[in-house]
């Protein structure tokens, strides 16, 4: 049985992830796995479907359905948010990535930029042909 002091956390985390209990489609499925013929015989699986993300996510971890209905819950805010993380970041390092791109350069940097032209530049140079004399 879950404590009320979880269910409090897993409401939290659903409000934090911006899940509210309309937008989620409830269906419980049969067991399956270790435990039995009880558990292959009960619907103690629950998937919840949350429309407006497209997220599904199935819980079965105990033979209790109440207790398989908050963990669902709970997997599926936590899954949310590690999507909306991700995305968050990627936009965070292409900004990171752009204000690398116009930062200026050092004066070493540049030196030793120039540098490594310059000798590109002369091996380059070597391949040149010949001029026939």
């Known amino acids: 049985m879950i404590s009320p002091e979880t269910i409090t956390r897993i409401k939290s985390l659903m409000e934090e992830a911006l899940i509210f209990?309309?937008?989620i489609e409830e269906s419980f499925i049969l067991g399956g796995g270790p435990g039995g013929q009880k558990t292959n015989k009960t619907s103690s699986?629950?998937?919840l479907s949350h429309e407006p993300s497209g997220i599904s996510v199935r819980c079965g971890e105990t033979r209790s359905r109440e207790t398989n209905r908050w963990l669902a819950r709970r997997l599926l805010a936590e899954?949310?948010?590690e999507r909306e993380h991700k995305r968050k970041s990627a936009e965070q390092q292409r900004r990171e990535k752009v204000r690398?791109?116009?930062r200026?350069?050092?004066?070493?940097q540049k030196q030793k930029m120039l540098d490594d032209?310059?000798?590109h530049s002369a091996v380059k140079a070597l391949r040149r042909k010949v001029a026939p004399e």
Do not use: F, G, N, P
């Open 104 to 108: 200026r350069r050092s004066r070493r």
């Open 45 to 47: 699986v629950v998937r």
């Open 100 to 102: 690398r791109q116009k």
């Open 79 to 81: 899954t949310i948010l």
């Open 21 to 23: 209990e309309e937008d």
């Open 117 to 119: 032209k310059h000798a």
